[in-house]
């Protein structure tokens, strides 16, 4: 199987930055039980378990533990296996680290998300990060206000860069926020204002809405909804059926879903849960979020990363005592769930996967 049809495989599944290239053993072997070794790092929060159902998704001794910490504010994880670690953004600093096994984390890129000569304030880095069909990284930019390519490879990473799109209409964008590949290759993404210096008054700011997005492989951009305030993290069903996006606005903290109709456009949003009466009471908002191969999602917003069947029932929350920007499924099976929290890297184990198994792929010579 080669290596784009691969991907579009992993496309399928729809988690927004956590795709990966092409299947190997060491990527793809059957589920790893869990460790009985006991974990080497410290933990942290408890797992909130408010139905049964979410023990099949969460192991009942599960923890969450603490990887690497020390960050300004912590943001979009995503598991590369060519460096068998997680890459993560650091959005003040203007910096991307990778975490290893073993090993711990160090500076990956820089500069990650703004890369012109005047300084200039506001959050300036990189946020959500994804692969495209060919591997390469992806990265919403902040300070620059695009999705843009990383020329460089990754064993040798540098911040040599290609614009995949910067504007709509003629206009710039806002500050690309989050992105999620579907498997014609096309990046949908959200354009909210935070990268701005000044946020939604910022006289720079050119586009008097905040979008969701979709940028085909050719570079043609399509508005596809200007009714979020506030949209940030997005990610796929498992069919691509659906598209979720949070809205991280605090006087309306929700979850939209919408109808992928066939040539890509939206339809029929609905409110898929509204956690807005949480605001205020735990850190945190609707922001990043990942759906696993059972259509499960696992969305960051108060407290922690909330989890919800696909018909919207809260099953529990990882609170993780901060406030939590964004998630990823890792590791050889994707079965490790990598978050960021404010000033931390963490991860927890899981009983469900983040993307398919070898053996739920059927082989190409019997298609």
Known sequence: MNRFLFTILLGLIGFSTGCLRE??????????????????????????????????????????????????????????????????????????????????????????????????????????????????????????????????????????????????????????????????????????????????????????????????????????????SRPNGIAFSPDESTLYVANSDPEKAIWMAYDVAEDGTLQNGQVFFDATAWVGKEKGLPDGLKVDIQGNIFATGPGGVWVFTPEGKHLGTIKTTQATSNCAFGDLDGSFLYMTADMYLLRVKLLTNGWMLAEDIEPEENK
Not at 59 to 78: H, N, R, T, V, Y
Not at 198 to 215: C, H, L, M, S, T
């Open 23 to 228: 299947k190997s053993p060491q990527q793809f072997g059957a589920r790893m039980p869990l460790s009985t070794q006991p974990s080497p790092y410290q933990d942290i929060g408890k797992i909130e378990r408010l139905d049964e159902a979410i023990n099949d998704l969460i192991p009942i001794d599960a923890k969450i533990e603490i990887l690497a910490e020390g960050f300004d504010w912590s943001e979009g994880p995503l598991w590369v296996p060519d460096l068998n670690g997680v890459i993560f953004s650091d959005i003040p600093p203007n910096t991307i680290y990778l975490w290893q096994e073993g090993i711990g984390h160090k500076e990956f890129l820089k500069p990650s998300g703004y890369t012109q000569e005047k300084e200039r304030g506001g959050e300036v880095g990189s946020n959500g990060l994804l692969m495209d069909p060919q591997g390469k990284l992806i990265l919403c930019q902040h300070g620059d206000r695009r999705l843009a390519r990383m020329e460089a490879s990754w064993d040798a990473p540098g911040p040599s860069y290609i614009t995949v799109a910067d504007k709509y209409d003629g206009k710039q964008f806002n500050s690309p926020n989050d992105a999620a590949l579907k498997s014609n290759g096309d990046i949908y993404f959200t354009d909210p204002p935070y990268g701005l210096e000044k946020n939604v008054n910022d006289p720079a700011k050119e586009i008097d809405f905040q979008g969701v997005y979709r940028v085909s492989p050719e570079g043609m951009v399509t508005l596809l909804t200007t009714e979020l």
